[in-house]
């Protein structure tokens, strides 16, 4: 069993539908990040969370410290948001990233 | 903006060849990070710096080595390439005090032929 759990693995959703994105961890962790991979780029951190919610334009991610649960959500989606969007976590002092397999979003018009 | 830069982009070589991907950060982060990455597939880490004079292997075994003898760069090496490097290889930094944590380079698209 993976440290790192997300759910869907792959989602396809119509322009302007609500996105959730789920992520469980078995471990403690100090940190929980989202980051963002579009086909044949880079990865972009979307958000670092510790505890509670943060919201960046239609982006919200929110975490559960004690059920051990995180989610990402997309408010009013858009094709540009198509990407591969990858739930991680950071252990202890260690800052090295422990990853989850991803979730593959397909937003068509 | 970039923060953090890797050089080339793309590169095509010959098997036998020896080869250095460039990356540089400019925020001033102790922690470096080399992960690799097959498309479609997880990112697995390969090297991690700490500080400068400071390398570690990662989680996956690799046949790179790396230096940090500046903060800001942090550079891999593969002394003879073969077809089983080709890869995407992506360098990072990270600064867990900072909002978002971690920055990651545009990485480079490695091919040996």
């Known amino acids: 069993k993976n440290e790192v759990e997300q759910s869907p693995q792959n989602l396809t959703a119509q322009e302007g539908e609500f996105i959730t994105i789920n992520c469980s961890y078995s471990?403690?962790?100090?940190?929980l990040h989202w980051l963002q991979q579009h086909p044949g780029g880079g990865i972009v951190s979307l958000f670092m969370?510790?505890?509670g919610k943060k919201k960046h334009g239609r982006l919200i991610a929110t975490i559960n410290i004690q059920e051990k649960h995180s989610s990402l959500h997309i408010t009013a989606s858009h094709p540009r948001d198509s990407a591969v969007y990858i739930c991680?976590?950071?252990?202890?002092?260690?800052?090295?990233?422990?990853f989850g397999t991803g979730t593959r979003l397909q937003v068509t018009l | 903006e970039a923060d953090i830069y890797q050089t080339p982009r793309y590169l095509v070589i010959g098997t036998g060849k020896k080869i250095t991907l460039e990356c540089s950060q400019t925020?001033?982060?102790?922690?470096m990070y080399w992960y690799q990455q097959d498309p479609g597939m997880e990112l697995h880490l390969i090297h991690y710096?700490?500080?400068?004079?400071?390398?570690e292997k990662g989680d996956l075994s690799s046949e790179s080595t790396v230096s940090r003898i500046r903060t800001e760069h942090f550079p891999l090496t593969l002394e003879s390439a073969r077809p089983s490097h080709t890869s995407q290889y992506l360098c990072?930094?990270?600064?867990?005090?900072?909002?978002?944590?971690?920055?990651f380079g545009s990485g480079t698209r490695l091919t040996v032929v």
């Open positions: 990072a930094s990270s600064d867990l005090r900072k909002n978002y944590g971690y920055t």
């Open positions: 471990v403690g962790i100090s940190a």
């Open positions: 969370l510790s505890s």
């Open positions: 991680a976590v950071t252990t202890g002092t260690a800052s090295k990233l422990t």
């Open positions: 925020m001033g982060h102790d922690k």
């Open positions: 710096s700490y500080g400068v004079n400071s390398t």
